[in-house]
């Protein structure tokens, strides 16, 4: 292990985390909007530019926002490094992620070239900065613990579904060089949606379900196992796409397993914990994994219906936007919604309390000046946020198959992410009048002598 | 049987505190504070024990060792700290019997713990595992404690 300069001092500032989820919130309210302004024309075919637009606004803006915002606050207490380029490049990875989103958006609605160009341009740039940053922490970390295990993983899928979306969208950005690429677009949207969200499910719930819920640890041996099966089958499933072999039946029977297995495995998990108390988060990773299961049900309902008489079902677009509504809005949103309501509060206490440590004087004030999480985001906030998350899930689905919800959908969409914004402002609006309380007093000078 | 390591050692101990820990609130959730303060209290001593083990015991082992006095032990006394802060104010309203108030600071209480036991269990005891040669008799020395 590479223990040089190594002091456990592992909490960014609060500003490189937070800038993501204060903007990703923001970006669901955009696709709320996109919602309300097309109304029931949203859901026309998931090849149409709105619906692509919608599905980036937010596996991109909010999923992606998160995630990265998130690695910068968890992997330095996993591996007690920083992720390097200080704050600098965070700022460029940032700005860069938000702009190429805005473009991508755009580019989608105004199908013009130059959209595509800036939005490919600035995509490129903050992902590759961030793999920049994040790659030698990947290599050199020996430490085989089973997060550093699957975040590698999620490198790598993370790499095909990224690296094919730019490829595409070179395509759109230089319509001369006329490539071929609507192959490619549904191993994508397969990386993207059961790759990505679903390793990225399993990373996260590894390491926050036993912290959080006190349940007995996941197996690193099945974890370690399925996540390899898992972008193996995809890859074979790829491979298959692209050469025209039919296994087709096999592999979707083999990635059905896998991810049914993790889905049981985990809930029962969480109905093994030992920490009892209401806890909202526990109901938000509840909605996440089931409906990956109702997505695995519906899916093959769909594959058995296209064969047979007996189910109604059949492959259409409504039946497109039901699996991606599930697995995204479902899944990704869900699990991330929760664990914002846990991760936020907690940077902002321990910089107050990291903080208020430095300036001793200020623990004997009273009312206190280190906040606990809960006065950060309160417990009622967070239960209006689920039933806010819950019912606009709802009547998004509902909306699907009866067009004239889609208005109302699309309202409750806008109140969920803007609640969600505005709670977390309002900690963070919290947290700098009680920083400024804190630095109002004196500073003891600590120091620390690092043996390099 | 397989020789205990320090990271084996001290990992189940965390895991009995989460225990114990969880009992303690769940009781208060339920407004049995009569059991609730008793585990409460259980809880705090073993947190407590766990605490001065590493700061009397294996810190200093590690620290003589590999020179490191600065670095990451200094960080872990610096959150044991903090943690012994939420402690206290746990400890007040639990007094008080202020439930919400109670509840707050025990989740607030329960990330700090968290965070500070991944660190631990990832980093620094595979790294006291490594650097110290007498894992067995540290272990028992910090089981009398």
Not at chain 1, 282 to 300: D, E, K, N, P, T
Not at chain 1, 413 to 429: E, Y
Not at chain 2, 128 to 140: K, N
Request: aromatic share 12%; charged share 15%; hydrophobic share 50%.
């Amino acid at each position: 292990m590479n223990t040089k300069g190594l002091s456990l001092n592992t909490i960014p500032p609060v500003s490189i985390p937070l800038r993501f989820f204060l903007t990703a919130p923001l970006f669901g309210v955009l696709a709320a909007m996109m919602v309300l302004y097309f109304g029931q024309d949203i859901w026309g075919s998931r090849w149409q530019a709105r619906s692509l637009a919608l599905t980036h606004l937010l596996t991109i803006g909010f999923m992606l926002m998160v995630m990265i915002g998130a690695l910068y606050q968890f992997i330095p207490v996993m591996i007690g490094q920083l992720i390097p380029g200080g704050r600098k490049r965070v700022a460029i990875v940032h700005l860069f992620l938000v702009f190429g989103s805005l473009s991508l958006m755009s580019a989608f609605l105004i199908q013009e070239t130059i959209l595509f160009q800036l939005a490919l341009i600035s995509l490129a740039v903050s992902v590759f900065l961030f793999a920049l940053s994040l790659l030698p922490l990947l290599i050199t970390q020996l430490n085989d613990h089973l997060i550093v295990y699957l975040i590698r993983i999620l490198f790598c899928v993370l790499i095909v579904t990224i690296g094919l979306g730019l490829f595409m969208l070179l395509a759109y950005a230089y319509p001369n060089l006329i490539i071929n690429y609507r192959e490619y677009t549904d191993i994508h949207a397969s990386w993207g949606l059961i790759g990505w969200v679903v390793i990225l499910i399993m990373a996260v719930s590894s390491q926050v379900i036993p912290m959080f819920f006190v349940t007995p640890d996941f197996s690193v041996k099945y974890l370690k196992i399925l996540s390899l099966l898992i972008v193996l089958t995809l890859a074979m499933m790829s491979l298959m796409a692209l050469t025209k072999i039919d296994i087709q039946a096999i592999l979707n029977l083999l990635l059905s397993i896998e991810l049914s297995f993790f889905t049981i495995y985990t809930l029962q998990l969480i109905n093994q914990r030992k920490r009892k108390i209401p806890d909202i988060t526990v109901s938000f990773w509840r909605v996440s994994l089931f409906s990956l299961m109702i997505s695995i049900v519906y899916w093959w309902l769909l594959v058995l219906g296209t064969n047979s008489e007996l189910i109604p079902l059949k492959w259409s677009s409504q039946s497109e936007f039901t699996l991606g509504l599930l697995l995204i809005y479902g899944l990704a949103i869900s699990a991330i919604i929760g664990m914002l309501q846990k991760i936020v509060p907690f940077l902002l206490y321990l910089n107050l309390q990291n903080l208020s440590f430095k300036h001793p004087d200020s623990m004997s004030a009273e009312p206190k000046l280190v906040l606990n999480m809960k006065q950060i985001i309160t417990n009622q906030q967070s239960k209006v946020q689920f039933v806010l998350h819950i019912s606009s899930y709802l009547l998004l689905l509902i909306s699907i198959y009866w067009v004239k919800f889609t208005w109302l959908a699309g309202l409750v969409v806008l109140i969920n992410f803007s609640w969600l914004f505005i709670t977390l402002l309002r900690g963070f609006i919290l947290f700098s009048k009680k920083r400024k309380a804190i630095l109002m007093h004196p500073e003891m000078k600590m120091e620390f002598t690092f043996n390099k | 049987m397989l020789t205990p390591t320090i990271s084996t050692f001290m990992a189940s101990h965390h895991k009995e505190c989460d225990e114990q820990f969880a009992k303690a609130e769940e009781s208060v959730a339920n407004d049995d504070w009569t059991q609730g303060g008793e585990q409460w209290n259980k809880f705090a001593r073993e947190l407590e024990t766990h605490f001065t083990r590493e700061e009397e015991i294996l810190f200093p082992e590690f620290e003589t060792v590999t020179g490191m006095t600065g670095g990451p032990t200094q960080m872990m006394r610096m959150e044991h700290q903090q943690m012994r802060a939420l402690l206290d104010e746990i400890n007040k309203a639990a007094q008080s019997k202020d439930k919400d108030q109670f509840l707050a600071l025990t989740e607030t209480l329960m990330v700090t713990m968290q965070q500070h036991n991944m660190k631990e269990e990832q980093i620094l005891y595979p790294m006291i595992d490594q650097s110290l040669p007498s894992a067995v008799e540290i272990i028992e020395r910090m089981r009398q404690n």
